[in-house]
């Protein structure tokens, strides 16, 4: 089956701990996204990365850390200078990462994030 | 920044009746896309249509874009209760390679 997976489904985090979220995908795919949706909002870009190896912040980039040195993998941490980490996080990627929003973006089933 | 913002924010109907979501965006696009989301699920694609289109079908939805206004529509016609979703739209940023999402509708379809 070719998709998107995340892990874990759920994370729990404390106070000053990183956590690193999981996405891997098997679509043969050069770019890859990390969104952030918090209850009743939309989808704001984290990061992305167009290819491997290189990667740029989003919109709410801050407390947040990611590497892609494979082309299947782009994972998450979450640093403890996220002072608001609870919130749901989803991957997704698209086949060339080409401008003007002319791709298709497939997601994963999300990670949901929770702060003891 | 998030460009789209759909309305209603929310809306409730019965099965068989037709759903019309709306999304406004700000500044001008080459592209709009229509997600739907199912309750702690990932987003799900539906339909892409361009800058240069004024509508789109695909099954039971018919998707329109008036670039004028700044306005593109949703509508899913003899719901079911399986369509019961958030339903996203998408636009290209100005720059950069990564798309808009707004807020989303929330739909529930009764039986």
């Known amino acids: 089956d070719g998709g998107i997976t995340q892990s874990p489904k759920y994370l729990f985090r404390k106070e000053g701990q990183n956590v690193t979220l999981s996405c891997e995908q098997n679509l043969n795919h050069d770019a890859m996204y990390w969104y952030r949706q918090d209850p009743g909002q939309g989808l704001r870009l984290i990061y992305y990365s167009q290819i491997v190896n290189d990667f740029q912040k989003g919109d709410i980039a801050e407390g947040y850390s990611v590497s892609r040195e494979k082309k299947e993998s782009f994972p998450l941490t979450v640093t403890s200078a996220q002072k608001n980490p609870t919130a749901f996080y989803l991957c997704?990627?698209?086949?060339?990462?080409?401008?003007?929003?002319?791709?298709?973006?497939?997601f994963g089933p999300g990670t949901r994030l929770l702060v003891l | 920044s998030q460009q789209g913002e759909e309305d209603p924010q929310a809306l409730s109907i019965q099965e068989g009746e037709n759903a019309t979501m709306n999304c406004s965006y700000k500044?001008?696009?080459?592209?709009l896309q229509w997600y739907r989301q199912n309750s702690g699920r990932g987003l799900v694609h539906l339909i892409l249509?361009?800058?240069?289109?004024r509508e789109k079908h695909s099954g039971r939805l018919r998707v329109t874009l008036d670039t004028s206004k700044k306005s593109s529509s949703l509508l899913i016609t003899a719901s079911r209760a399986a369509d019961t979703a958030s339903y996203f739209c998408?636009?290209?940023?100005?720059?950069?390679?990564?798309?808009?999402f707004g807020k989303g509708t929330s739909l529930l379809v009764t039986p």
């Open positions: 500044t001008s696009i080459n592209n």
């Open positions: 997704a990627s698209s086949i060339r990462g080409r401008s003007s929003g002319q791709e298709t973006q497939y």
């Open positions: 998408a636009t290209d940023q100005n720059s950069g390679y990564a798309l808009n």
């Open positions: 249509i361009r800058s240069n289109e």
